[in-house]
Each structure stands twice: as structure tokens, then as C-alpha cells.
């Protein structure tokens, strides 16, 4: 029976250790995922704002190319936009059906 005291004093001190250790691990755990999650965020913001400017582009190319046709093609342009506000006007205009 002497032997007791000295054996349940080794696991609590190993219990002790092996808590600390998991906490460790746990902290270390918790420092990785935060550092993980701000890269990936950081890598979403980036990717976000490149195609933003990848579209602003793209929208400035188009207005300055419409605006060169309708300069070419005066004429054109006003039946293009003529049948597209009719067309436009025919869906959302309400219909007598009397």
C-alpha cells in the first residue's frame, strides 16, 4: 500500500503533462486555422477585386465600342434602339384584352 500514493502521484503527473500537451496542440491548432482563414480571405478579397476590374474593363470596352458603331452607323443605331424600346414597351405595357 505505500506504493499507492507514489503511483497515483505519477497519473496525476501524467495526466497533468498530457492536458498541457493537448492544449498546446489545441493552441498551436487554433493559431494555424486563424492564419489559414486570413490567407484564404485575403486570397478571396484579391480574386474579388481582379475580376471587379476585369469587369469595369470589359464595360468600359463595350461603351466605347457602341459609341463608335452609333458614330459609323447613325442611322442604324435609332432603328436598333427604336425596336428594342417598342419590343421593351410590348412586355411590360398592359394588354386590354376586351
Partial sequence: ??????????????????????????????????????????????????????????MQDAVTDTEKLVRKYPARALGVAFVAGALIAAYFLPRNKD
Fill in 1 to 58: 500500500m505505500e506504493h499507492t500514493p507514489k503511483k497515483a502521484t505519477e497519473i496525476l503527473s501524467s495526466t497533468e503533462r498530457l492536458g498541457n500537451e493537448a492544449r498546446d496542440l489545441m493552441d498551436s491548432a487554433l493559431d494555424q486555422s486563424r492564419k489559414t482563414w486570413k490567407n484564404v480571405r485575403k486570397q478571396g478579397i484579391d480574386a474579388w477585386d481582379t475580376a471587379l476590374e476585369s469587369s469595369q474593363d470589359a
